[in-house]
């Protein structure tokens, strides 16, 4: 394998599932050589190709949602995204499809049945972060943003949104090291995460810049109501009855950054068998031009 040079070591860490969905509810329908559906595995694929083509990143790892079932943070909450429908069986081919295409790229890829992409990426960009080599979070989930420290980027690809530290502060009204903190006040109605009623993220916000973190905020608690934000006196009466609330939430919000099951990889592209890439092309209907695009990507990625 050869070195990686000094300009290339950034690592480009992405949030699958957010573009399996996507790929799920807006691309046109079609099928592979056995008749399933396969327009969220289309879709995902485009969107690959678009980073890889454009990009030619030397680590890159994707982290991929599994079933929440055994998720640990249901443990800690059972109502913890209860609100969420389990996805069709279709759904879930797909995504084993999208899993499959990556590896035989020669690209890491890895879920988990206890944690989620978003804690896997997290144990991922510490141990990195750790060797000195900044990482790109590929995502459109807000909840990522608090792993990014100095030289790394929150990154909306498709959208061209690439958010530093200072540029995160201003889109989310907090700093990264503040997220979690701020969507434990504010809640989450996605992923059913309970805040404090009538407390959003603006407010949760003004009360971080202030207060810094949540245990300076119970502790200055009565300096609330002296705050110039609507409602202050109020809003002072509903952190002190909703402390309990913020601290599960927390445990909910704060992304785990030391999976001790997680095997470390050193995130480099791996020459593979490219008949398992021509056989997976094969499956997806895949073009004779657009499989050979494929295999020449393939090629050009783990030869520079």
């Not at 407390?199 to 608690?221: C, H, I, N, P, Y």
Request: aromatic share 10%; with cysteine; charged share 30%.
């Amino acid at each position: 394998m050869k070195e990686i040079s000094k300009k290339d070591k950034r690592a480009w860490l992405i949030d699958s599932s957010i573009y399996v969905f996507k790929s799920w509810y807006t691309y046109p329908e079609c099928a592979d050589i056995h008749g399933n559906s396969i327009n969220a595995v289309r879709g995902f694929l485009e969107f690959v190709f678009l980073l890889l083509k454009t990009e030619n990143p030397k680590l890159i790892a994707f982290a991929f949602d599994e079933s929440l079932t055994t998720s640990h943070r249901r443990d800690i909450y059972p109502d913890y995204k209860a609100n969420r429908s389990p996805a069709p069986e279709s759904l879930r081919y797909q995504f084993g499809l999208c899993r499959e295409f990556i590896e035989a790229l020669g690209i890491y890829q890895a879920a988990s049945l206890e944690y989620e992409a978003d804690d896997l990426i997290g144990t991922w960009a510490k141990f990195l972060n750790q060797q000195s080599i900044p990482v790109n979070l590929i995502t459109a989930d807000k909840d990522l943003a608090q792993l990014v420290t100095e030289e790394d980027y929150w990154w909306e690809y498709l959208r061209g949104e690439k958010l530093d530290i200072k540029k995160i502060t201003k889109r989310f009204g907090a700093k990264p090291n503040q997220i979690a903190d701020q969507l434990a006040i504010a809640g989450d109605k996605s992923d059913n995460i309970p805040g404090v009623p009538g407390v959003g993220m603006s407010t949760a916000g003004k009360l971080l810049k202030k207060f810094e973190t949540l245990d300076q905020l119970f502790s200055r608690v009565d300096e609330i109501a002296d705050m110039q934000i609507r409602g202050a006196v109020r809003v002072r009466g509903l952190i002190i009855e909703n402390k309990n609330t913020i601290k599960l939430s927390k445990r909910l919000t704060e992304i785990v950054c030391d999976i001790e099951t997680v095997q470390m990889q050193d995130f480099r592209l791996k020459v593979v068998d490219t008949s398992l890439l021509e056989l997976i092309c094969n499956q997806l209907n895949l073009s004779r031009e657009s499989t050979d695009q494929w295999l020449k990507l393939q090629k050009t990625l783990t030869q520079s």
